[in-house]
């Protein structure tokens, strides 16, 4: 039953990976995705495909991987240590978008699927995913268009729902050492399990097939505006919290190198240049200043914009 | 009792980081170190003195910190759980320079100093510190002359100590998630109190005075080099190693952001710019790949040497 479940969601996610890939080589216009399969010792394996020095995209990557193991790593088991020893499988498909142009916002999503079991017992299956949008020169209408495709990706599923992910996404890309969000937010759920796997799985597929909606037009929007040196270093010292977040607080990147996943899929995710400057502080007023003020904190970005005339 | 040993510590200290600033600043011969002083809300605080843009040093920074509060953060204390809930004061110097030049080799090196202390009990106190070189374009001659300085400087404290700490080094300084060390190693110790504070203070002194007498030689003999930006892409990309190192595997990194250290200050270390490349291998035979095949691996760089007619 868990496995007619797994296949389900890996025939689903696999087409998922091909329409994520063909939307954002059209949006790029120029570079197209390069595929690499791998497979993995203790079990299971992947598809990477990456796109690399585009007209929009810098670095691009929307990877499927489907490992199994004899015993689910420290990293997912922390919240539930009552699945602690017990054999998984992981399926799932994630996507990191570094454009080159500083006006067009980075952007992360992924879906995934666990399946915990122990022989005797019955398998303890659940969901988790989300998308989240870093933009370096945030515009309020994109940052209000993210969320309101967000809200109607959630609504056919209860009222709290966007309301509930969106705040964990805002608590989950939160840089403690720097007090300040990775982005702008999106949604962010995990362990869920709640009803019957068609409910939820359904709840996923909302989440995937919602993304290029939620992205693209923002895309299309900036991909053209101008930038100078000054914007493109900002982006690149900014690229640096990016690392910063994956590297210290990301679970996913965690499991990932925990659980003896392929490093280079892995870290796919890394920008392709970033920049660190000790003591960088922007000029009170500017662009800059305004990103981290105004925007690297959570706030109801719907409720703000409805209430604005 | 604990505190004069502590202000001896902190003495030594202070004057260790003017000397290495000064040695560091005359290799450099264009740009000084910038000093900025910060205090820590929950108790301490430090001398940060960077240098930026330099003839030789992109980016380096000379740390002074002296950190206290009521509880040692759980990276202090993973490995000597019986100190847990104990009152500390941490005091060290640190230092990272990022040289420009692809044929310089990036060095990083810190000396340190704990007191744990709990009402009614001895205070327990410890040394830890070391340095270690990354290279990018390794030269056999400048990585023998680093770790026989190395060898040098604990020769004094038994022939036993320079082959523990370089093994140590070279288990700390490796990236699992890679299969390859950092760089070519040099020394790590840390927990030091056998014997007297004396014996162990002189040790610490011993690697904190011969830093500069390990690493500038091999500065001023590679300085002048010309390289491309072939050889510059390929530092950035090994770069990208090193922030992995510090933000995945770090205890130092790891400590200090826990701690509610300065970020600014712990995240010195980071590269001024750094790469990511998806997939990257470097030609067969080529010098790229000379230093992962050759030289990031745990070697008996003076046995090989001395062996060498």
């Not at 499988?89 to 399946?115: K, M, Q």
Request: glycine share 10%.
């Amino acid at each position: 039953m868990a496995h007619e479940h797994l296949d389900n969601v890996k025939h689903y996610l696999l087409a998922l990976q091909d329409r994520l890939c063909d939307g954002l080589a059209k949006a790029d216009s120029q570079a197209s995705f390069k595929e690499e399969s791998w497979t993995r010792e203790e079990g299971g394996g992947g598809r990477s495909r990456v796109i690399e020095d585009g007209a929009v995209f810098e670095k691009g990557g929307v990877n499927y991987s489907h490992v199994y193991g004899a015993e689910l790593p420290p990293s997912a088991t922390a919240a539930r240590p009552e699945l602690s020893g017990r054999a998984f499988h992981a399926v799932g498909v994630s996507w990191v978008l570094h454009p080159e142009n500083p006006h067009v916002p980075t952007s992360h999503g992924n879906v995934r699927f666990f399946i915990a079991e122990k022989t005797g017992e019955p398998p303890v299956w659940w969901f988790g995913g989300g998308y989240d949008l870093t933009p370096f020169y945030p515009v309020m209408e994109d940052v209000v268009h993210w969320h309101r495709v967000a809200e109607a990706a959630c609504q056919p599923f209860g009222e709290d729902v966007y309301p509930r992910y969106k705040k964990w996404c805002d608590d989950y890309f939160y840089l403690k050492h720097r007090d300040e969000t990775r982005g702008v937010g999106g949604l962010f759920f995990d362990d869920l399990n709640a009803g019957s796997f068609e409910d939820c799985f359904a709840f996923q597929r909302a989440i995937g097939d919602s993304f290029l909606e939620a992205y693209l037009p923002i895309v299309e929007r900036r991909k053209e505006d101008g930038w100078n040196d000054q914007q493109r270093d900002f982006q690149l010292y900014r690229r640096g919290r990016y690392v910063e977040f994956n590297l210290v607080w990301d679970r996913g990147t965690l499991f990932g190198l925990q659980s003896g996943g392929r490093t280079e899929s892995i870290l796919m995710s890394m920008p392709p240049l970033a920049r660190w400057e000790y003591g960088y502080t922007p000029v009170p007023g500017s662009p800059e200043a305004r990103l981290t003020e105004e925007f690297l904190r959570p706030r109801d970005w719907l409720g703000e914009a409805s209430a604005t005339p």
